[in-house]
């Protein structure tokens, strides 16, 4: 069972890696080949040096020995090609690292680029189970492993794999006999790289995902750093953290435990193979076996340290190609998660009626909306005014197949109808709607938006027709006016003032030190839950949907504050048809229809009056006998 995970766990490695080389040669094709022969000849430069002993030795320096007036011109000039070789050596390897800086640098940007981009098209599920400190790594910690490897451990690897075949070819010419030795020597460092390499990398892909799980940690417990003082929690959640902290430490020690062996190891090899190379061309020097000259010797014995080099640097950055590839494979099984179905293709477009009652598209902004209804029976497209008409036929969905929310559920809501759902936590009031966004999808049932099915809209579309005000608001780093726009990203100024005065968000603004350009950061810590409550309505309100849903939009502020933003939330409740769901009943008084859910059922419907008269699960509810739970 091992065998076949480890098996497994070796090609997905193989797939991520030439997935990971596809990048560097695809985007930087050019450079990338550049880099292949200014490693190419920095290698051979490298090689030159040590090859270069033998002819120096034979050729010119022992032939000198001895004579009366020696001629050092023949040595110069070799010395001076030596030289030149080795200038050259030296300017390749220049170039080809200012290369892998640029190619390693933009090769991240793309990867990051290509994340970001998906991530947006990724369903709300994935982030329903995935922790934002687990997302966020993959963009910290994942995409540094990257950097490393493409800048630094590629160019070093592709240096050294050249630089052994090279150096191999130069040995075999050099003595065939003493590369034998090289051969045998060779397999047992494979053997070793392979063993200890193994363990290194399972132990680095451990490691990585007990970092994740760090990250995710941390992130939660600071953004409920609050939550934890208030309960006294800070015990339990030291006590956590040193349980994910200590997993990290023994994944992370083994792991460069094993990297960290791998170099000492084939460096011993290689002090071993130089003794015994010298051992056996003294031998076959003495032999007369082979034509080992003094020069023959002195190259091989360089070449033999050279040989062994290449080997330990390829263990050096064994570690950080493992990291890097367990970072990449995580990276790319998120941009290989599937996106977000989207098979709508009626469209929200700008739309004027003509005098015959006709409705035209118009590239204008009328005010009014229409959707545009292409038929792919005949080729005809029709269009439909966007009234906000909503409603649901048997409808059926649970997040997972095993446990359903909703029970054949059908209700309607008329254009400029205010419906209200009360209910337990669980109930399933949110998951409605959840579903009219189609952050979901139904599995049994349709949602029927102005008549059309919302399987057909396109989600874009449908979503800009809503407008959604959640109990947990959002606010982004920016200014207040950057955020109230955030609704409409072409709104003037006075669109902006006019939806936070509909909110009631104006007074509050106009006390801060900066009004409406003060600088918000921090999800707007600095700003009361209340504050930050009216700023999401004026969002809501600057995007002037035909449709509304307010999610306990009131639940963070004070009763006072409810009264003023009541009379905000009624002026922009006007004209529209809106969900509202609260668990103060005094909020939806004057609701259409309410609706009361239990176990993802409507146990009782009408409005108020009616539902006080039923003397049921309401008037129990409102009366003070029952309590939401």
């Not at 892998?100 to 369903?123: A, S």
């Not at 083994?254 to 031998?283: C, E």
């Amino acid at each position: 069972m091992s065998e076949q995970k480890g098996a497994s766990m070796n090609r997905n490695t193989i797939k991520t890696a030439k997935r990971l080389l596809g990048y560097v040669t695809s985007t930087y094709k050019v450079q990338f080949v550049l880099v292949l022969i200014c490693i190419l000849i920095s290698s051979i430069a490298t090689i030159s040096v040590s090859l270069s002993l033998r002819y120096l030795l034979d050729d010119f320096i022992i032939p000198l020995i001895g004579q009366e007036s020696p001629n050092f011109s023949e040595l110069y000039t070799a010395l001076g090609i030596l030289g030149c070789i080795f200038l050259l050596g030296v300017l390749a390897t220049f170039l080809y690292t200012r290369l892998m800086v640029v190619i390693g640098q933009g090769v991240l940007k793309r990867v990051r680029d290509e994340m970001f981009e998906h991530m947006q098209t990724l369903p709300i599920r994935y982030f329903d189970q995935n922790t934002n400190g687990s997302i966020m790594s993959l963009y910290t910690n994942d995409t540094d492993t990257l950097r490393q490897m493409i800048s630094q451990s590629i160019p070093q690897v592709l240096m050294s794999s050249f630089t052994i075949v090279v150096t191999f070819i130069a040995m075999l010419v050099l003595s065939p006999a003493l590369t034998l030795l090289a051969v045998v020597m060779i397999g047992i460092m494979f053997l070793v790289s392979r063993k200890i390499g193994g363990n290194s990398g399972k132990y680095f892909i451990r490691q990585q995902l007990d970092l994740a799980k760090i990250t995710g940690f941390v992130e939660e417990r600071m953004n409920g750093q609050r939550v934890i003082k208030v309960f006294n929690h800070e015990q339990i959640s030291k006590e956590e953290f040193d349980e994910l902290n200590e997993s990290l430490f023994v994944s992370a020690s083994r792991a460069h435990t094993f990297a960290s062996m791998m170099g000492p190891i084939i460096g011993n090899i290689g002090n071993l193979q130089f003794v015994l190379t010298a051992i056996l061309g003294g031998f076959l020097s003495i032999m007369g076996i082979g034509n080992i000259t003094l020069g023959v010797m002195a190259s091989y014995l360089q070449f033999t340290k050279s040989f062994t080099q290449p080997f330990m640097q390829v263990a050096q950055q064994f570690n950080a190609i493992i990291m890097a590839l367990a970072g990449a494979e995580r990276i790319f099984n998120m941009m290989d998660e599937e996106s977000e179905k989207d098979e709508g293709y009626v469209t929200l477009v700008n739309a004027k009626k003509n005098p015959d009652g006709t409705i035209t598209e118009t590239q204008e902004r009328t005010g009014m909306w229409a959707w545009k209804h292409p038929h792919q029976a005949d080729g005809t497209v029709t269009y439909t005014e966007l009234k906000g008409d909503v409603r649901f036929f048997d409808m059926t969905f649970g997040y997972d197949e095993d446990h359903m929310v909703l029970h054949d559920l059908s209700l309607y809501a008329k254009p400029g109808q205010k419906l209200a759902f009360v209910g337990s936590t669980g109930a399933g009031k949110t998951t409605i709607t959840n579903l009219i966004n189609r952050f979901y999808d139904v599995q049994d049932g349709k949602i029927r938006y102005d008549g059309i099915n919302i399987n057909k809209i396109k989600k874009a579309d449908l979503r800009r027709s809503l407008g959604i005000v959640l109990q947990d608001t959002h606010l982004f780093t920016g200014t207040i006016m950057e955020n109230i726009r955030y609704g409409k990203l072409d709104a003037t100024e006075e669109e902006v003032y006019r939806a936070a005065k509909l909110a009631h968000a104006d007074q509050f603004i106009q006390m801060l030190p900066k009004g409406y350009h003060t600088y918000l950061s921090g999800d707007g810590e600095e700003l009361s839950q209340g504050q930050r409550q009216l700023l999401a309505i004026a969002r809501a309100a600057i995007a002037d949907p035909p449709v509304l849903i307010l999610d306990e939009a009131t639940s963070s502020i004070d009763t006072r504050t409810e009264s003023i933003v009541q009379q905000g939330m009624d002026n922009l409740m006007k004209g529209r048809t809106v969900f509202v769901i609260a668990h103060r009943l005094s909020t939806i008084r004057n609701s259409d229809a309410i609706m009361v859910l239990e176990h993802g059922r409507i146990i009782e419907r009408g409005d108020h009056e009616e539902l006080l008269a039923m003397k049921g699960t309401y008037y129990q509810l409102y009366t003070g006998k029952l309590e939401l739970s």
